[in-house]
């Protein structure tokens, strides 16, 4: 093996173990959320108008959030196991990440949930 694609191995494998972390976040939170103890999980996280939020969270958006947690988790898994379908799963993450972006911030307005909480931190 070449130095410079040993190092380039090491840097891929970093990043897909970052990846894989930062989905891993987003899958706990996707279960505290919809978990038994989700009111308590929210209102510590968030402001109280969240609970209803989240409680109330309506099925396409909930579809793609499942779609893009599932996705990202396993594109990273199969990019290490050089799999040729993980870039299809990663690009349907992408996809199901943006679409999210998008029904969230054009009908569900989440602004209302975190402005408090970041103007607390300022």
């Known amino acids: 093996?070449?130095?410079?694609?040993?190092?380039?191995?090491?840097?891929?494998?970093?990043?897909?173990?970052?990846l894989l972390f930062m989905y891993a976040v987003g899958v706990y939170d996707f279960i505290m959320v919809h978990s038994s103890n989700a009111e308590e999980y929210?209102?510590?996280n968030f402001a109280p108008s969240a609970v209803a939020y989240?409680?109330?969270?309506?099925?396409?958006p909930l579809a793609f959030w499942v779609?893009?947690?599932?996705?990202?988790?396993?594109?990273?898994?199969?990019l290490l196991l050089r799999q040729k379908i993980a870039v299809w799963v990663a690009l349907t993450s992408g996809v199901a990440d943006l679409v999210l972006m998008f029904i969230s911030f054009t009908f569900l307005n989440p602004w209302?949930?975190?402005a408090p909480k970041l103007l607390r931190l300022i």
């Not at 779609?67 to 199969?78: D, E, F, Q």
């Open 1 to 18: 093996m070449k130095e410079g694609n040993k190092y380039q191995t090491i840097a891929f494998m970093a990043g897909y173990l970052i």
């Open 42 to 44: 929210i209102l510590r």
């Open 54 to 60: 989240f409680a109330n969270y309506p099925l396409l």
């Open 67 to 78: 779609l893009n947690l599932a996705t990202g988790i396993a594109a990273p898994i199969l």
């Open 112 to 114: 209302k949930l975190s």
